[in-house]
């Protein structure tokens, strides 16, 4: 791809995505709906107007990234320790839900088989493919509404990394049924070792950042170390450990959540994601689909698909949530904003295309799971915030 060709291509991401966003704020949407849906027209379903290349899977890539940086530096520790033991149940849950679900949907549809079997491994796949969470654009919904340091939005941003590193064990113990040479042990230490040295390192960081600030407060340079070690833990999270980029730049967020300039960091960082990457990002789900090539033989698997990955999360986190002691609308925002998927989900469904444990026809079913998840997502999520706004007015005026 030519340079003139990616100025051209950014034109038309970043006027569209912005575009829409305003129409869909205008009508009480969040603007990550409006983006998305601009992706859709904007691609091969209707004008197929830009095409979703290396470059653009690149600036997407970064912008979920800076996303995820800017979730961890408004993340509020304290509650994250309080909400550590609860995240993690309902990740467990939250995996374990869509993961049986989807293991039975395939086989409710192709014949059920005997564990060990090529079509068994398959049943298991797409159900690994449901385990996937992906809370970027929870989390810019979040953001949006002000929620994202609230018990609920720490424990939904827990429970997704938690829910990360169980998907990731689970991927690979998968694979390993038909590659040999996979070792779901050698994954977990990794896994284990790279948090281990996150907080070692985290620490010494934040020492070194703390007299930073104190000797030089509010100065650029001290954001832009910040965006330098976001894209190192990165880097070193995926191509050292196997642990997904999106979960390093969120810890790399979190050991810089506590120092006095965090929010200023914040602040420079959204700057970056609001201008370019973050509607690249949320236009790129809309580019990686083509609803033209879905036929009739796939449609009927691909709707029950989207009802069973929706469901399955919904149900797995929010019920657990409710036995957790949250209230009924808490327990709902929780299942609710774990049920988002996206470029996780898109990661292990190629591998199973690679793996050629499925084919790609229901690589449409994953597609489509992200599309309906991205949309609704922020829409019912806004829409149960504006409900207990309601309730609370209410409350206040008969009081």
């Given amino acids: 791809m030519d340079t003139l060709q990616i100025l051209r291509d950014l034109v038309i991401i970043i006027v569209g995505a912005k575009f829409f966003g305003l129409i869909a704020r205008k009508l009480k949407a969040p603007q990550v709906a409006g983006e998305i849906i601009a992706g859709l027209l904007i691609g091969p379903t209707l004008f197929n107007l830009v095409e979703a290349g290396d470059f653009l899977s690149g ?17 509020d520790i304290d509650k994250l320790k309080k909400s550590g033991v609860k995240a993690t149940i309902i990740a467990c849950t939250g995996v374990a839900v869509p993961l049986a679900l ?33 809370v970027s654009i929870t989390v810019q919904v979040l953001k949006e509404l002000g929620k994202i340091s609230t018990d609920v939005g720490t424990t ?36 284990v070792a790279f948090f281990a040295l996150s907080v070692v390192v985290g620490i010494a960081i934040f020492k070194v950042m703390k007299k930073i600030e104190q000797r030089w407060p509010h100065t650029r340079r001290i ?30 967020g979190i050991i810089l959540s506590s120092l006095d300039t965090s929010k200023y960091i914040d602040r420079k960082m959204d700057i970056n994601s609001y201008m370019i990457f973050g509607p690249v990002f949320f236009a790129s789900v809309g580019l990686q689909t083509n609803l033209r090539t879905v036929d009739l033989t796939i449609l009927a698997f691909s ?30 925002k929780i299942g609710v904003g774990m049920m988002t998927r996206g470029e996780v989900a898109l990661i292990v469904a190629q591998r199973g295309l690679k793996a050629e444990i499925v084919d790609s026809r229901y690589f449409t079913a994953v597609i489509l799971l992200i599309i309906v998840s991205s949309i609704l997502t922020p829409l019912i999520m806004k829409a149960i915030y504006a409900s207990d706004e309601k309730k609370t007015e209410l409350i206040d005026k008969v009081a």
């Fill in 59 to 75: 600036m997407a890539e970064i912008g979920v990234i800076l996303l995820m940086f800017s979730a961890g530096l408004e993340t």
């Fill in 303 to 332: 709707v029950a698909f989207v009802i069973v990955g929706l469901l399955g999360k919904v149900v797995g986190c929010g019920i657990v949530a409710k036995c957790l002691k949250y209230n009924t609308s808490d327990s709902l």
């Fill in 156 to 191: 939904i941003m827990s429970a997704a990394i938690i829910d990360d590193v169980i998907g990731i064990v689970v991927l690979t113990a998968v694979l390993g049924l038909k590659d040999p040479n996979a070792n779901l042990a050698a994954v977990c230490i990794k896994t």
């Fill in 223 to 252: 954001p832009i170390m910040g965006l330098a070690l976001a894209f190192a833990m990165a880097y070193v999270a995926d191509e050292y450990f196997g642990v997904a980029d999106i979960t390093g730049a969120y810890v790399a």
């Fill in 102 to 134: 989807g293991t039975i949907l395939y086989m409710a549809f192709y014949g059920f088989s005997a564990p060990g079997s090529s079509e068994f491994t398959k049943a298991l796949f797409i159900g690994t493919i449901l385990t996937a969470t992906s």
